[in-house]
């Protein structure tokens, strides 16, 4: 083997090509440096002597199936300058470890594609040495995601298994970066954030949140200047939740007869957007039946379906005439529920609003939750918090595609 090949293929440039062996399966290519060393790596002194040599073997790409080594003589010196003995560094190899930096990105290629044990499997190496790789990588480069150029931010808690387990996720709006991940749910999860935030000197124009107390006095008092923007996803399965109760509500209530028959099984069918009913199963028409049998639930649901256009107003103040008038009319039904939502309503105004201002939403984070309960599933499930915080941190580079 030439040693320009070892260069171009096992990434060994400085070093001399000797022999090759194959060992119990393996093969083994066996190196020299080309020169001997001239100063201490500690000190940059040249008062040095040698002091033997040590015999290291590095796992790098394999080839077919069989894995591949690279063997070599490390020259030890003893410095007279800083009093050390230490190791020669090798250039091609991984400080302190066995496997070179080629295998190591070889590694880091497969794990965008295999699991840790398929890989591992795939290498013949163990699958806590796949783990090491990928977390290491993972800690250079995303342990501490970069703060200083956020401008616009999601935040909202996701659900991480059973046992309700939740983590409090910050999102970064235009990279589609998370950002933050914080341990459980509420303004406590956010605390170390704000603590980065402030170091980073970030200058934060607008923060989409759910309608949750704990995160609007959060950002409110950490993000003074900052607009905060409750979003059309929200706002629509908040009122989708209430129109449920309604008309579970009105299911009690309805006395035995065709009243109480057409309310069971239609809360899909209210909660679905009407051009979404599928018209060979004749859902628009069971639908009809039931608003036509109870004059409350069809307010409600009319009411729901006017609410979708707030945010296909013209101007914001267009908008807002919308939502007053909106209001008014849910409180002259006299339903108990559409009165506490216009109120509601009418509370976040401004903030809904903003909307207009900031077309933000977390609706990304939606989609993001989705990719970690994606990641989730493939592995089954994260013992290493850590590692788990390191992979969503790198989240927004992964690509799930349906194959086959």
């Not at 190899?93 to 398929?118: G, N, W």
């Not at 993972?138 to 909202?156: E, G, N, V």
């Amino acid at each position: 083997m030439s040693t320009s090949l070892l260069y171009r293929v096992f990434g060994i440039r400085d070093y001399r090509y000797v022999g090759t062996k194959f060992e119990e399966g393996g093969v083994i290519f066996t190196v020299v440096p080309r020169e001997q060393p001239s100063c201490c790596p500690e000190c940059g002194s040249k008062q040095i002597q040698l002091r033997g040599q040590k015999e290291r073997d590095w796992q790098t790409i394999p080839i077919g199936r069989k894995p591949v080594f690279v063997r070599m003589r490390i020259p030890r010196i003893s410095c007279s300058s800083c009093g050390r003995a230490p190791q020669m560094p090798v250039s091609f190899a991984v400080p302190q470890h066995s496997y070179t930096r080629a295998f190591q990105r070889y590694v880091l290629e497969l794990r965008q594609c295999m699991t840790i044990k398929d890989l591992a499997d795939h290498l013949g190496i163990t699958w806590w040495k796949v783990k090491d790789i990928e977390s290491r990588y993972l800690t250079r480069h995303f342990a501490k995601p970069k703060l200083k150029h956020l401008r616009y931010l999601a935040i909202d808690e996701i659900s991480i298994g059973k046992g309700h387990r939740y983590v409090t996720v910050v999102l970064d709006l235009e990279s589609g970066a998370i950002v933050h991940v914080g341990e459980g749910k509420g303004a406590d999860a956010l605390k170390p954030f704000w603590k980065r935030l402030r170091a980073s000197h970030a200058r934060i124009e607008a923060v989409a949140t759910d309608m949750s107390a704990a995160y609007i006095r959060a950002v409110t008092d950490h993000l003074p200047g900052a607009h905060l923007v409750f979003d059309r996803f929200h706002l629509m399965k908040l009122f989708n939740e209430k129109l449920s109760d309604l008309r579970r509500e009105l299911y009690r209530e309805a006395a035995a007869g065709p009243a109480k028959n057409v309310l069971k099984g239609i809360r899909w069918l209210l909660l679905r957007n009407q051009e979404n009913l599928d018209d060979e199963k004749n859902e628009w028409e069971r639908l009809q039946e039931a608003l036509e049998l109870n004059h409350p639930l069809a307010t409600a649901y009319y009411l729901k379906e006017e609410l979708r256009l707030l945010w296909e107003q013209q101007t914001a103040w267009s908008a807002g005439r919308f939502l007053d008038d909106w209001c008014a009319r849910a409180r002259a039904s006299g339903i108990r529920m559409l009165c506490k939502f216009a109120d509601t309503l009418e509370k976040h105004r401004e903030r809904i609003l903003a909307w207009y201002n900031y077309p933000i939403s977390t609706g990304p984070l939606e989609g993001t939750n989705n990719k970690i309960k994606t990641l989730t599933m493939m592995a089954y499930g994260f013992r290493d918090e850590e590692y788990f915080r390191l992979k969503l941190y790198a989240l927004h580079l992964t690509r799930y595609e349906l194959v086959g």
